[in-house]
């Protein structure tokens, strides 16, 4: 599906749509794209659609609804109670067991932010972060930064993954 790889928050309603097609691969799809358009999407839209998929027949549907809710953090606050049952329900998957306890951690932690009650200070320049930023961070590199060190993190690993992947074909074409 290109829907949602695109980054484009204006595929929201299209994939609110298909979180409802009765087709579970499209479904698991929908949530996984909408998840990934955490902070760009309307949130509250967002979750409203995801919400839903926690019931869901399908395990992986299930699956990917955790993980898209958790990367909506203090959005998700209304999901909290649904992901705690997963969390715990003897009846689902492990891997849901695992991910939901692990979003109702981050959920939970990002509330806390927003309550003053917990500071997490970005590991690069130590300003305090946001909730959305502990959320985003902590997804992509389980390490606190703020959204500009952010984006200079992320570039930074992406140079080099180039650069280590040009000097392997380089590699290969001296047969070094
Ligand atoms: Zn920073």
């Known amino acids: 599906m290109e829907l949602g790889n695109s980054g484009d928050p204006a595929a929201l309603p299209e994939l609110v749509e298909l979180t409802r097609s009765p087709a579970a ?13 955490a902070g760009l999407a309307d949130a509250k839209g967002a979750v409203a659609a995801l919400q839903p998929l926690l019931q869901d027949s399908h395990p992986q549907v299930r699956q990917y609804a955790v993980k898209a809710l958790k ?57 305090k972060l946001e909730p959305d930023e502990y959320v985003r961070s902590h997804k992509a590199f389980q390490r606190p930064f703020c959204n500009y060190c952010f984006d200079e993190v992320f570039l930074e690993r992406r140079n080099f993954e180039t650069k280590v992947e040009l000097q ?5 074409k001296d047969g070094t």
């Open 71 to 127: 990367a909506y953090g203090t959005a998700a606050r209304c999901a909290l109670s649904d992901l705690r049952d997963i969390a715990i329900s003897p009846v689902e998957k492990e891997y849901n067991q695992r991910d939901a306890k692990l979003a109702v951690e981050t959920i939970e932690e990002a509330l806390r932010i927003e309550e003053k009650q917990a500071i997490h200070c970005c590991q690069r320049c130590g300003v």
């Open 25 to 37: 691969n499209v479904r698991r799809l929908a949530a996984s794209a909408i998840g990934k358009l």
């Open 168 to 172: 392997k074909n380089i590699r290969a």
